[in-house]
């Protein structure tokens, strides 16, 4: 097996005894039809699952509104590809040929869908238990860190109220670009605040979803410039 497999499954915490899911689990639609979108639709629900019962454990006397709210920051295409990135997935994701030109392996969505895809294997391969303990490992750091208030708001909404604050225009939605098959589009979104001059771009599997990931990159970038002696500082 290719030793860049092996160090991947080190990192999963799993060794596959049907090596094929492993492969099917990387292998994006672009280079064959044994791709590996059944395994991330099942990736997907185990995911959510597990992460919710880990989120259970950790936030005893948190509501199901906040817990929610934490699980749909931790399982969105953002954290995903962080996931992935530190899986080192793109040396092992497989493309076609122009997808790899066109840098589909570092594509947030192409990676977090291979995430969810590895999830949805281990499951099939191993079971419950051992998909559970995958996801522990990939996230619980992560979990054990956070606070459930820390995601009280959306990103959007969260933004708009940044902005608000400071009395500046809310920011403007456009989208920018759509890739892919209509049943499995992949939608690129620009958030502009025009009153700043700046603009970041998100991508998602719907507009909406596209939409928090550019919401959340310039919060990001706001809140960094957004130092005692910084020009962005009221």
Same mark, same amino acid.
């Given at each position: 097996?290719?030793?860049? &497999?092996?160090? !991947?499954?080190?990192?999963?915490?799993? $060794?596959?005894?049907?090596?094929?899911?492993?492969?099917?689990?990387?292998?994006?639609?672009?280079?064959?039809?044994?791709?590996?979108? @059944? &395994?991330?639709?099942?990736? =997907?629900?185990?995911?959510?699952?597990? /992460?919710?019962? !880990?989120?259970?454990? $950790?936030?005893?006397?948190? =509501?199901?509104?906040? &817990?929610?709210?934490?699980?749909?920051? &931790?399982?969105?295409?953002?954290?995903?590809?962080?996931?992935?990135?530190?899986?080192?997935?793109? +040396? /092992?994701?497989?493309?076609?040929? #122009?997808?790899?030109?066109?840098?589909?392996?570092?594509?947030?969505? %192409? !990676?977090?869908?291979?995430?969810?895809?590895?999830?949805?294997? %281990?499951?099939?391969?191993?079971?419950?238990? $051992?998909?559970?303990?995958? /996801?522990?490992?990939?996230?619980?750091?992560?979990? *054990? *860190?956070?606070?459930?208030?820390?995601?009280?708001?959306?990103?959007?909404? +969260?933004?708009?109220?940044?902005?608000?604050?400071?009395? !500046?225009?809310?920011?403007?939605? @456009? %989208?920018? #670009?759509?890739?892919?098959?209509?049943?499995?589009?992949?939608?690129? /979104?620009?958030?502009?605040?025009?009153?700043?001059?700046?603009?970041?771009?998100?991508?998602?599997?719907?507009?909406? %979803?596209?939409?928090?990931?550019?919401?959340?990159?310039?919060?990001?970038?706001?809140?960094?410039?957004?130092?005692?002696?910084?020009?962005?500082?009221?």
């Amino acid at each position: 097996m290719d030793p860049r &497999l092996d160090a !991947l499954q080190q990192r999963l915490g799993h $060794r596959f005894a049907q090596p094929r899911l492993l492969t099917r689990a990387l292998t994006h639609r672009s280079f064959g039809a044994d791709h590996n979108e @059944r &395994l991330e639709f099942l990736g =997907d629900a185990v995911l959510s699952l597990a /992460v919710s019962s !880990l989120l259970y454990e $950790r936030f005893s006397g948190s =509501d199901e509104g906040d &817990l929610t709210r934490v699980r749909a920051h &931790l399982v969105r295409e953002d954290s995903l590809h962080r996931v992935a990135l530190g899986l080192g997935l793109p +040396e /092992v994701v497989r493309l076609s040929e #122009g997808e790899m030109r066109g840098g589909g392996a570092l594509r947030p969505s %192409i !990676l977090a869908d291979a995430v969810e895809a590895l999830i949805g294997a %281990i499951f099939i391969d191993g079971g419950c238990d $051992r998909a559970q303990e995958a /996801v522990r490992r990939l996230f619980g750091d992560v979990i *054990a *860190a956070t606070e459930a208030d820390a995601w009280t708001k959306d990103a959007k909404t +969260e933004l708009q109220e940044w902005l608000q604050a400071r009395r !500046l225009p809310v920011p403007a939605y @456009r %989208i920018v #670009g759509t890739r892919g098959e209509k049943h499995a589009q992949t939608f690129e /979104v620009e958030c502009a605040v025009s009153a700043l001059g700046l603009a970041e771009r998100g991508e998602g599997r719907s507009r909406r %979803i596209a939409e928090q990931d550019a919401a959340q990159r310039m919060l990001e970038q706001l809140k960094a410039s957004d130092r005692p002696d910084g020009p962005l500082r009221s």
